[in-house]
């Protein structure tokens, strides 16, 4: 089974950046979809970002599109770049991969440790 340590996280102020990193124990096939999700206490885990690994097709969620963006590193290293920090995107992210592009938690196999972001106001 594929490891991911998704690392990155931290506090930040309002307006600010963080990028966080997903790094999987083993190459990313073209056919892999790998992708973001954010889970604050007391709510159910939300889609963030995703993408088709070979084409670097992606789709984001509403509420950060704009100010998110999910990247390549290299072979088996893929990015999430935040933006544009708001309160509300306080939550503990996690990576995660699968092979259907979708933004359901239960189409991805793979699951990172998760990594806390805090956004003061």
């Known amino acids: 089974q594929v490891q991911l340590e998704d690392t990155g996280g931290g506090l930040v102020q309002a307006g600010g950046s963080l990028r966080l990193a997903c790094a999987t124990s083993?190459?990313?096939?073209?056919?892999?979809?790998m992708a973001w999700f954010r889970q604050a206490p007391g709510k159910e885990r939300e889609f963030v970002a995703a993408?088709?690994?070979?084409?670097?097709?992606s789709m984001y969620a509403d509420s950060v599109k704009g100010r998110f963006t999910i990247s390549r590193g290299n072979a088996n290293t893929a990015h999430l770049q935040m933006n544009s920090l708001k309160s509300e995107d306080t939550a503990v992210y996690f990576c995660a991969r699968g092979t259907d592009f979708s933004s359901l938690p239960s189409q991805y196999r793979d699951w990172g440790q998760g990594t806390q972001v805090t956004v003061s106001s």
């Open positions: 993408m088709r690994w070979g084409v670097q097709r």
């Open positions: 083993g190459r990313i096939y073209s056919s892999a979809v």
